[in-house]
């Protein structure tokens, strides 16, 4: 599932750090793993909201992967404010893993 | 196109602290249960209405599947109802009762001390019950979405109840004769509200949740769920109501086919969860616990032989056969597989859940693989020496069967500390 942006640029520097923030039990990483669904960026506020889900809403991991992706996308804009705004609609579904990911998962 | 409704946002998971008594409890349970199977293997030889298996029975129940499911279940219970737990404090209370409560009732069964002992073990194991049925109704009601998962679970905590309510009537009758007929007449309908009614329901209610959550699997059938769970409460009513008319014997095969056909269908869910699954890479633990699932099979098998043989002499030997595949087969066989994919999840909650972007190990580098696949290794040969020595009432195996399961017991107990123990790595 391509993640939507209001700048392709930024967004793929965001991008290249949160695929190194991993959903620890299923070992792949939250934009592969379809979590990532928009980052939109406000240069005038200097502002950044990722939105985002979890496999589950009571996913017991919830709390670190959520900030774990605040903070890589704090240091990819050391200037900016990042939030987090977690969705559950649309809920997450083994149908957003990426190509890249489901390889990954076939091993 | 991505809404914040007002049932999104991160919903708080059940603390630790609430949860890990329940598994340190449980743990010490099964080793102790283990050492007293070693220690009276002789049991094998006399009735089930003996004190020792009665002890053994109910540490096994009790302190090792309820506590645990338990623990387990006030964790879930998040997930399953798709809401929070209604009250830390209910769930401290039912600790606190049930890890008093357990150890006088099977201090008093040993010991047959039908007296205080057992009596005030039995007061306390149905408070914490209270407490646990209480939170869970008012967890379920205060949830926004009623699913089939949150209505096994009720069901199956008024079914736990209802068995420790009437044990602790059939306690009482042992002093004072509060029911027309003796204790001894009722234990078929006590077990089987607690085998069929609280471990069947939940473990079928969570199973059919998690199996398919840990797979990553696309598979989900409320519908058949929904069936499932009609037959099995169907069946037991209808045991019941055979049990206490005294109806005729080869009745009892109807709730058994009900039950049968239940599991079947269940078999069938998790056999398709699997094919659909996303991830490809099956782990040691969902493989025994796919595997619990299948060991079903085995009291199905002896309990067919119970009704067939009912009144035969080898009745009792089939009784002990039937309890023993259930409680060192299905239930150890699930709890096994399960603590070690729900434990490490409550351990790197408690220890990572505030780091940020360090390398955090995965849940399941909590605890050692070779560790439990020595566990795994013991524990099946050591369930299928002591089946053997069951079924040809040979000492040699029952004792190096038992003698299995404890090393097994051992070693889980070790792999549950290594995780509870984990202190943070970056």
Request: aromatic letters at 14%.
């Amino acid at each position: 599932m391509a993640v939507l942006s209001n700048n392709d640029l930024f967004c793929s520097a965001a991008l290249a750090g949160l695929y190194d923030v991993f959903d620890p039990e299923i070992g792949l990483n939250v934009v592969d793993l379809g979590l990532i669904y928009r980052i939109d960026f406000n240069e005038e506020t200097k502002k950044i909201i990722v939105t985002m889900t979890l496999t589950t809403q009571f996913c017991p991991m919830g709390e670190s992967i959520t900030a774990d992706v605040q903070q890589s996308v704090s240091d990819a804009f050391k200037d900016y404010q990042v939030s987090i705004d977690l969705v559950f609609n649309p809920a997450w579904s083994p149908e957003q893993i990426s190509p890249e990911g489901q390889e990954f998962l076939d091993r | 196109m991505f809404t914040n409704d007002s049932s999104s946002g991160l919903q708080q998971t059940t603390s630790y602290k609430v949860v890990l008594p329940f598994y340190i409890f449980a743990a010490l349970s099964f080793i102790i249960s283990c050492t007293l199977l070693l220690l009276n293997t002789d049991i094998i030889h006399q009735h089930y209405f003996h004190p020792q298996t009665l002890a053994i029975t109910h540490l096994m129940a009790l302190g090792w599947g309820t506590m645990i499911i338990l623990g387990a279940s006030h964790q879930l219970l998040p997930v399953l109802i798709e809401g929070k737990l209604d009250s830390y404090l209910l769930a401290l209370l039912s600790f606190v009762f049930a890890a008093t409560g357990i150890p006088l009732l099977v201090t008093g069964f040993y010991l047959f001390n039908t007296g205080l002992i057992l009596q005030t073990g039995a007061v306390l194991i149905n408070a914490s019950v209270i407490c646990y049925f209480l939170n869970v109704i008012a967890s379920i009601s205060e949830s926004k979405k009623h699913n089939v998962h949150a209505f096994f679970i009720a069901a199956a905590s008024l079914w736990l109840f209802a068995t420790t309510f009437f044990g602790l009537l059939l306690v009482f009758n042992f002093s004072r004769s509060w029911l027309p007929e003796n204790s001894i007449e009722y234990l078929s309908v006590h077990a089987h509200m607690g085998l069929v009614g609280w471990f069947l329901l939940l473990i079928i209610g969570v199973g059919s949740r998690l199996i398919p959550m840990f797979l990553i699997s696309k598979y989900s059938n409320p519908k058949i769920l929904w069936w499932i769970f009609a037959l099995i409460n169907i069946a037991l009513f209808g045991f019941i109501i055979l049990k206490t008319s005294n109806a005729f014997e080869k009745l009892y095969y109807s709730p058994f086919l009900l039950v049968l056909f239940a599991l079947a269908l269940f078999a069938n869910y998790c056999y398709r969860a699997y094919k659909e699954r996303i991830r490809k890479h099956v782990d040691e633990q969902m493989k025994i616990s796919l595997l619990s699932v299948a060991m079903l099979i085995l009291p199905l098998l002896s309990l067919m032989a119970v009704i067939y043989f009912i009144r035969e002499n080898s009745g009792s030997k089939l009784v002990l056969l039937y309890g023993y595949c259930i409680f060192f087969g299905w239930i150890t066989a699930i709890i096994m597989g399960m603590t070690f994919k729900t434990l490490p999840f409550i351990v790197w909650t408690k220890v990572y859940h505030s780091r940020v972007l360090g390398k955090t190990p995965a849940p399941k580098e909590l605890f050692s693989e070779n560790l439990f696949k020595i566990m795994a290794l013991f524990y099946l040969t050591g369930f299928i020496l002591f089946l053997a020595g069951i079924l040809l009432l040979n000492d040699l195996l029952l004792k190096s069967g038992a003698a299995l399961l404890l090393a097994s017991a051992i070693v889980y107990v070790i792999n549950v500390a290594k995780t509870v123990f984990h202190q943070a790595k970056v």
